[in-house]
């Protein structure tokens, strides 16, 4: 007599059970409404993210406990000669968090050395501005594509979510002419404070002859006389 060997079904289904895997939650990303129409919105959907959009007071990206202000390279050049990226900076500073990512960089030159537009030692030392005074760490990302990827990597990371309590910060005038003088490459806030009181105005400042400037803030004098040969 032929034995057949019989296995429990049980078995075999909790084997199978036990294999299958449970979908792991998207990481969620909070958008600026305003931003819906970025091709890196997109990429973010195409690399399986979850996106939630809300009207965002300060930044353009929460992403965990970072918030990501999202510039282009003419965003971020148009930004800097109206002052509406002074406002925005200062914004950021009430997140632990933040990061400014400047998208573009093989698409478009962000300095114009030789070229009409802003100088590109004003961008420069605006950049350093940014990280040394402000300590905002600065990302540059080639494309959408890439500022997409730098997002979703910056998803998987191990750190908690943070409430979105920040609010719209006004300058008062005097604050927005210091925030503009201390963007000048070797000028701090002493020095700032010091051409304010002495000139009252960045024209006056600008206009200042070189004996008034030395008798201001000595040696730094170089750099405001510099300055006058920026090409707008």
Do not use: C, H, W
Request: charged share 30%.
């Amino acid at each position: 007599m032929k034995i057949i060997k019989s296995y429990p079904l049980l078995d075999i289904f909790s084997k199978r059970k036990s294999n299958i895997k449970k979908d792991k939650p998207r990481p969620k990303i909070i958008v600026d409404y305003r931003e819906k129409n970025s091709l890196v919105i997109s990429e973010l959907i195409k690399l399986g993210l979850e996106i939630e959009f809300r009207e965002l007071k300060v930044a353009d990206y929460i992403v965990k406990d970072v918030a990501i202000e999202r510039k282009t390279i003419n965003d971020f050049v148009n930004s800097m000669i109206n002052k509406r990226l002074f406002n925005q900076i200062q914004e950021l500073q009430q997140y632990k968090n933040r990061l400014l990512l400047v998208e573009g960089n093989d698409e478009q030159e962000l300095y114009s050395d030789g070229k009409p537009g802003v100088n590109g030692n004003a961008i420069r030392g605006f950049l350093l501005s940014i990280l040394l005074k402000y300590n905002i760490p600065i990302i540059f990302t080639k494309n959408y594509e890439d500022s997409a990827k730098f997002i979703s990597v910056l998803s998987k990371k191990q750190t908690k979510e943070i409430a979105l309590k920040a609010k719209k910060r006004i300058l008062n005038k005097k604050e927005q002419l210091q925030f503009i003088i201390e963007g000048f490459p070797g000028i701090g806030p002493k020095t700032a404070k010091k051409l304010l009181k002495k000139f009252k105005t960045i024209q006056n400042i600008i206009s200042a002859s070189k004996e008034e400037l030395k008798e201001t803030i000595g040696k730094k004098a170089e750099t405001i006389i510099n300055l006058r040969k920026i090409n707008y």
